[in-house]
């Protein structure tokens, strides 16, 4: 049984629910490719949907995930599992079509074309999702040095810190990803 005086997922100090879940999850997102950019906000979601204190750590390729304005590309080159569903069937793209001009962006437009027609949740609505579930969102402050970005580039709602914040969470943390 869970323990109701944890706090809720965003870690607030405030008691959670009744029956509220007091499992920890913690992970690193460091790519920011549309297909990459998926999982961890699926997961993050989900596991602050049932309770469980997410947070996440956006470090190099990832942080610019936490952007007002994104631009999410597909990652074409190094991806064999990569087949889309095209006339009938499901079609790969041999490698090194994926180098050629043009084939990232003609990529990435099926791709969120397919998420548009399946009803999938874009990457923005699953990422506003996250911040009203209280999902805690790391930026790197070396990444953020690093590229150049302030906290005035970013959506509201991610804070500042570096490995040491992250490894407080993570090492209290339940479940540990690296995505």
Not at 57 to 66: D, H, N, S
Not at 95 to 122: C, D, F, H
Not at 152 to 158: H, L, Q, S, V, Y
Request: proline share 6%; glycine share 10%; net charge neutral.
């Amino acid at each position: 049984m869970a323990n109701e005086s944890s706090a809720p997922a965003g870690d607030t100090g405030k008691a959670a629910p009744a029956g509220a879940n007091a499992k920890r999850m913690a992970m690193i997102v460091t790519k920011g490719t549309i297909d990459w950019a998926y999982p961890p906000f699926i997961l993050a979601t989900t596991a602050a949907a049932m309770g469980v204190q997410v947070t996440m750590f956006f470090t190099f390729y990832g942080l610019p995930l936490l952007l007002k304005k994104l631009d999410l590309k597909l990652g074409t080159v190094g991806n064999p599992a990569m087949k889309m569903p095209m006339m009938g069937g499901h079609l790969a793209m041999p490698g090194l079509v994926g180098v050629m001009p043009g084939v990232e962006a003609a990529a990435t437009t099926m791709m969120k074309n397919l998420i548009k027609r399946k009803g999938v949740a874009s990457i923005e609505e699953l990422r506003e999702a996250a911040c009203e579930l209280g999902v805690r969102m790391i930026a790197c402050q070396m990444t953020m040095d690093l590229f150049e970005y302030s906290l005035a580039d970013m959506i509201a709602g991610p804070e500042l810190g570096g490995a040491a914040t992250f490894m407080a969470s993570a090492l209290d943390a339940d479940v540990s990803l690296f995505i």
